[in-house]
Each structure stands twice: as structure tokens, then as C-alpha cells.
């Protein structure tokens, strides 16, 4: 009897006979050979079906095989130096589950709108799968980071009162009688876990109704917002330096086949290591004006902006010391400038823009008042949250990484549609 197996593992069955449930990629036929591309989900090999060592029944099975068509095959297993996977399976049987008609994503090339109608199907060829791989193998390294430093994962709500990052990009919903918006972060909501536990980290869905229709812009987007008791800026900038590397470095170690997949310069990400340089707002507005750009004091970065400084580094970069005024209600002012708040941008290499926002959050209970009314927010929705400066207040930091931008970056894709199996955007709900 043949074992069951799946492509990652045929390494451990060298010489057995194995069988596995997969799905014909693709198919060649050269007089009685029949060289058969399969793929399973953990993996790619390619079967080889010899007319002369199967029966006719199996080898009839083989012909039949169209794209995508479904299969239980059985053959076994060598070592091959010549394929990519280093292993190949010498078929001995094949067993149809259905075959295919017509499967409408063809070896040609189809224009982007025709595969994103088509996601449900295109997330099976071979750089959509290595794409989701390595966002699994990102989180998985995110969790470890976090495990092994005493955080606790925290899950805030999806449905809420009140906003955090601004009220223009809210999703609205009823909540019955009620209104309620769906989150944009969970910040406020891990502050008070953070008061509660000391070292935490959210990992959820976020919502912004942004009318940007950018490469790096989706409606519903991925979080990782952890947030610290007793931590200043600047060790928050040191827990963000540790934890991109980490990451990047995770994904080098794991996912050698996936990258190769997606021919990435993996000689760029070698080099996200250890400390990364820092520019304070007020210098990068210096360099982009010597640069050429038109930008006063005051007026945010955008995707050029941050590009032309990410440029100058091989590393991500930190901006830090916005100006107040087009930072978030809740960030604390420099204590030698208050025109300017204890907060970073991280930037990331290549032109992949901010991954990461954060900032040391405002402790002091009458600045935070002053805040709420500068930025006109209703007092009664933010109660709660002005506990937390009422009961025992602390130094405190926090940020949040894009999970969909660290994907795109660290696999070099273009656009972030790829990087999370169902994008919601701009025009696109479907499927
Ligand atoms: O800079 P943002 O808005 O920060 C916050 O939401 C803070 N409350 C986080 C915190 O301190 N806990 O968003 C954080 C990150 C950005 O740097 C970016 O990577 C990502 O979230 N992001 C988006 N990713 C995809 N599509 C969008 N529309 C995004 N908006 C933000
Ligand atoms: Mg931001």
C-alpha cells in the first residue's frame, strides 16, 4: 500500500511508493512519456508517466488529465538534481477525482481586472501561493516575536462607538437603535489592555473607508497594533527596529522557495538588521526642499516624499517629531517642543512606503481634555478612555504595523491587492 503523502514531504520517502491528493498544473507529452506538473498546495513536483510501466487504464487517466483537473496520484519517489524541488515521482497510477473543462485562467497572460474576478481561482498559481505562504510565515513570525517577550495577545472589537484615526474614513453601520462604525485600529482599546496586562499586541481586521485608489491602499486591511506600559518613544522605536527584523529575517530563513518563486533581490533583505537610521520630520522637509520639492513645514508626506527619503537608506528609515497638528488627537507633544509630537513613521526600502505608525500616547488627564476639544470629540464616546489617564496613568507607547504593505514589500510585489487572499478596494467587493 502506497503511503500518503503531500509535495513538502516527499524528501522523507525517497525510493517509497507514495500517494497524493493534488491537482494537474500543467501537462507535457513527448511520444510515450507524459511529464505531468502537479501541485498539492504545499508544493509543486512533477510526475512522469511512462506508457511501457503503466497500465493502460492509468495511462488513459494521464491523457485525460486538463488543467486544474483533480487527482489522486501514486508513484514513487526519487531524488532529482535537475528539478526545482530536487525530487520527481515515477508514476504508477493515477486516479481521476474530476476532470476540468475549460478552466478560465490559461498559461497565457490575463490583464489584472480578468484575474481579480477571478481571485477564488488565481490564488492557486504558483506566485499567488507563494505570496499567502510567506504572509502566513509573517504572522507566525509576528506571534513568536511577541510570545517569546511576554506579550499577550488582546483581541479589540470590531464594532465600535467612536473613532480613532480621524472621523472622515469611518465605515457606518446600525448597531440596532445605535450607531456604530467598524474599527480603523484598536489602539484606544489596547491602551486599556496595556493598563491591564502591561505588554500587549492586537492581530485584527481594520476598516477605512479611504477614497484613495493607491497600490498601497485597501478598504480592509490587517493590524498588528501592540501597545506597552512604561515604555517611552524611544524604546518603541527599538521594539519596532527588533520586530521588522525579526521578521524579514523569519521569511529569509523560511520561505527560501516561496522568494525564489517570486524572483525577489533577496540581497536586500539580508541587509534588514539591527538598528535603523532616524530623520526627524523637521529634517526630511529640509532634504526634500533641497531636493527640489515644494512642500512647506506642516503639510504631511506622500508617496514621493517618503520614497525620496526611504532612497537614502538600505534599511527602513524612522521619521520621527511630526508636527502636531496633522498627527492623531492622542499623541504626546515633545516635551522641549510641543509644536511637535513623540511619534515615528517607519519607512520602508524600495518606494513600499509607511509600514508602520506609532507614537508615546498623551498620560497627562487635562492635556487629553484640551485635545478632545480641540479635535471635537464628543467627551461621552471617549469616557472610557479618559479613565485610563483618570485611574492611575502611566508613560505609555504604542504602534501599528500594515500587515498588507509588509507583505507587498517584503515579497516586492506592486500592489498590496495581492498580498491578502480577498482585497476589498476602492471598486471591488468580489468575491
Ligand atoms: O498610521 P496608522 O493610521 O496608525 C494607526 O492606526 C495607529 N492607531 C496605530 C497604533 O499606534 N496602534 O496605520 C498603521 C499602519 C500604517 O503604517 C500602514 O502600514 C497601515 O497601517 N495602513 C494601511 N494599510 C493598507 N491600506 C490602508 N488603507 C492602510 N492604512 C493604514
Ligand atoms: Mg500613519
Redesign the pocket.
Same mark, same amino acid.
Given at each position: 500500500m502506497a503511503t500518503t503523502c503531500v509535495i513538502r514531504e516527499v524528501s522523507k520517502h525517497v525510493g517509497a511508493e507514495v500517494r497524493i491528493g493534488c491537482w494537474l498544473h500543467n501537462k507535457r507529452k513527448s511520444g510515450k512519456i507524459q511529464f505531468l506538473q502537479l501541485r498539492d498546495g504545499t508544493g509543486f513536483m512533477q510526475g512522469v508517466a511512462v506508457k511501457t510501466e503503466l497500465s493502460e487504464e492509468a495511462w488513459e487517466a494521464a491523457k485525460s488529465l486538463t488543467q486544474e483537473s483533480s487527482l489522486y496520484v501514486t508513484g514513487v519517489v526519487r531524488e532529482e538534481p535537475r528539478s526545482k524541488s530536487g525530487f520527481e515521482l515515477t508514476v504508477t497510477n493515477v486516479e481521476v477525482i474530476q476532470i476540468t473543462q475549460d478552466y478560465p485562467i490559461t498559461p497565457k497572460e490575463h490583464g489584472v481586472d480578468f484575474l481579480m474576478d477571478h481571485r477564488h481561482l488565481w490564488l492557486r498559481a504558483p506566485k499567488q501561493r507563494a505570496v499567502m505562504a510567506i504572509r502566513g510565515q509573517i504572522i507566525a513570525a509576528v506571534q513568536q516575536f511577541f510570545n517569546d517577550r511576554g506579550f499577550t495577545l488582546m483581541d479589540p472589537p470590531i464594532l465600535t462607538p467612536s473613532s480613532?484615526?480621524g472621523t472622515t474614513e469611518l465605515f457606518h453601520t446600525k448597531y440596532f437603535e445605535e450607531d456604530a462604525f467598524l474599527t480603523?485600529?484598536?489602539?484606544l482599546y489596547?491602551e486599556a489592555a496595556a493598563m491591564a496586562l502591561g505588554k500587549v499586541y492586537s492581530f485584527g481586521p481594520?476598516f477605512?473607508a !479611504?477614497k484613495?485608489k493607491t497600490r498601497?491602499?485597501?478598504?480592509e486591511?490587517w493590524?498588528i497594533?501592540? !501597545?506597552m506600559a512604561f515604555v517611552d518613544h524611544d524604546e518603541n522605536l527599538r521594539v519596532q527596529e527588533q520586530f521588522v527584523s525579526h521578521i524579514v529575517q523569519s521569511v529569509l530563513t523560511n520561505c527560501k522557495s516561496e522568494l525564489e518563486t517570486l524572483e525577489r533581490d533577496t540581497s536586500k533583505l539580508e541587509k534588514v538588521v539591527g538598528a535603523f537610521p532616524r530623520i526627524t520630520y523637521d529634517d526630511a522637509i529640509k532634504f526634500l526642499q533641497e531636493k527640489g520639492f515644494d512642500i512647506p513645514w506642516g503639510e504631511d508626506f506622500g508617496a514621493p516624499h517618503e520614497t525620496a527619503i526611504a532612497e537614502q537608506y538600505e534599511t527602513p528609515v524612522f521619521i520621527t517629531h511630526y508636527p502636531t497638528k496633522i498627527k492623531?488627537f492622542y499623541m504626546k507633544p515633545d516635551p522641549s517642543n510641543p509644536d511637535v509630537v513623540l511619534c515615528a513613521?517607519?519607512i520602508a526600502p524600495e518606494g513600499y512606503? !509607511?509600514?508602520?505608525?506609532?507614537?508615546q500616547r498623551i498620560d497627562d488627564p487635562e492635556l487629553m481634555a484640551e485635545r478632545f476639544r480641540e479635535h471635537d470629540l464628543a467627551a461621552e464616546a471617549y469616557q472610557w478612555y479618559m479613565d485610563l489617564r483618570k485611574y492611575g496613568t502611566v508613560p505609555h507607547s504604542?504602534?501599528?504595523?500594515?500587515?498588507?504593505?509588509?507583505v507587498a514589500w517584503i515579497c516586492g510585489l506592486d500592489h498590496?491587492r495581492e498580498t491578502i487572499p480577498f482585497p476589498r478596494m476602492l471598486y471591488r467587493l468580489y468575491p
Open positions: 480613532c484615526e480603523q485600529s484598536g489602539q489596547m481594520t477605512r !479611504e484613495s498601497r491602499h485597501l478598504i486591511f493590524m497594533e501592540p !501597545e492623531a513613521d517607519m512606503g !509607511e509600514i508602520i505608525g506609532g507614537s504604542g504602534f501599528g504595523l500594515g500587515l498588507e504593505r509588509t498590496v
